[in-house]
């Protein structure tokens, strides 16, 4: 998926530089984080009642350590290969992998990994969306949510059945009733949708026709990576959590990743009989793939809003920068702006540290001192210092950006 951009950077007279956004196949990814130690998995939700330091639940040690977990900043010093860590062993050489123990902060890149057994799948979420545009919103949940007239044995249901089911089920989304729906493939559950899918959409795409060409050609090109058996959890340092005075609070993608990590196991137990049943295995998968579809839609709220942990992780002030007010003012050129004092000393502070450093015949130390209270309370010598760059150097350049 090509993100058009009118501006691209770094610039160069040379080369254009371009962002691609690659849909990546999870289940080769989950197996290059497996063999390179830089994933593991899931293999159990994480009870409240228990400590949260399950090494194979989504709260795990393994992605790093927090100020409550014993030896907190152990992760923070590391060799190469993990096995020696710790701020006592800093500055040894590792006798495994030959590599300095030294500081290497937070490693964002480990991930979880919940797994499906064969045969069981579900759909990237982000080609969920895809496909839900091309074959209609109502026809793909018609295709792959159980079928409400189906009981637990696969077979019909009674009319006392369908009564007490409806009353049930009444106020839950997934068995919502799909009476505008395709009703060619209705009903036949994530597995045989998986089995069938090359049929299922050549005949949608007859349905279709000419129309929405550009989600089809983008299914064809990512078939490969439609079907998963892996789900990433990301790291713990961008979905925070906390134990204090037996209150437990955190980020809300983790009750969705909990829940998953839940349902999978019990996808995956199904040597008994009893857990074969059509019905079963249609509802785990379908409601599986309802949190994985809530999970994405969660993530894209929280990389869209201002304030949350992701934004708060790759953004933030560039130095020598400061935002202000617009406001229109006549009495200024096209090429000219007004800019308050308190913006100055912060844009010009090293130019005033230096000036004040050789013009006064004071320390770094002191024309910092200086520049730092200017910020506070204003100072006439630092504020006589920004008037003379303006007045002497033919006006200061400044970059002016709006988003």
């Known amino acids: 998926m090509q993100v058009n951009t009118r501006v691209q950077y770094p610039y160069s007279d040379e080369y254009e530089y371009r962002t691609r956004l690659v849909r990546m196949n999870l289940e080769k990814e989950m197996q290059n984080d497996l063999i390179t130690g830089m994933g593991f998995l899931i293999k159990e939700p994480q009870a409240l009642k228990k400590s949260l330091k399950s090494p194979d639940s989504i709260y795990s040690e393994r992605f790093m350590k927090t100020l409550q977990d014993d030896n907190a900043f152990a992760d923070k010093f590391s060799c190469e290969c993990k096995t020696w860590q710790g701020i006592n062993k800093k500055g040894l050489i590792c006798p495994y992998c030959h590599t300095e123990v030294k500081f290497i902060g937070d490693n964002f890149e480990i991930f979880g990994w919940i797994k499906l057994k064969e045969p069981y799948k579900i759909i990237h979420p982000n080609l969920f969306k895809v496909i839900q545009s091309y074959f209609g919103n109502d026809n793909l949940q018609a295709i792959i949510e159980p079928d409400v007239e189906l009981n637990t044995n696969g077979t019909k249901m009674t009319s006392w059945e369908k009564k007490a089911f409806k009353k049930k089920m009444a106020n839950k989304k997934k068995f919502t009733k799909h009476s505008n729906s395709d009703k060619t493939y209705a009903g036949i559950g994530m597995l045989q949708f998986k089995e069938n899918f090359d049929e299922i959409l050549e005949y949608f795409h007859k349905k279709n026709g000419t129309k929405k060409i550009d989600q089809y050609e983008m299914i064809i090109e990512n ?133 004040l450093k050789h013009t006064y015949n004071c320390t770094y130390s002191k024309a910092y001192s200086i520049w730092y209270k200017a910020q506070l309370f204003p100072n006439d010598m630092v504020r006589q210092i920004i008037q003379n760059l303006i007045d002497y150097t033919g006006g200061i350049k400044m970059l002016v950006n709006r988003n």
């Not at 809300?252 to 998953?260: D, L, P, R, S, Y």
């Not at 019990?266 to 059509?278: A, C, G, R, V």
């Not at 007010?325 to 006549?330: A, C, K, R, S």
Request: aromatic share 10%; with cysteine.
């Open 223 to 355: 078939k490969e990576n439609i079907f998963t058996g892996a789900i990433p959890v990301f790291s713990t340092g961008m979905r925070p959590f906390k134990v204090e005075n037996g209150v437990f609070t955190f980020e809300g993608t983790n009750a969705i990743f909990n829940i998953m990590a839940k349902l999978a196991g019990k996808i995956n137990q199904d040597e008994l009989s009893m857990y074969n049943i059509f019905k079963y295995r249609s509802t785990l998968l379908w409601d599986l793939q309802d949190r994985y579809n809530a999970l994405y839609t969660e993530i894209e709220k929280t990389l869209a809003q201002k304030k949350g942990n992701i934004r708060l992780l790759i953004g933030g002030k560039c130095s020598f920068t400061n935002r202000s007010i617009i406001v229109p003012d006549l009495n200024l050129r096209i090429d000219e702006i007004k800019l308050p004092y308190h913006a100055l000393v912060e844009l010009l502070q090293q130019t005033i540290v230096n000036i």
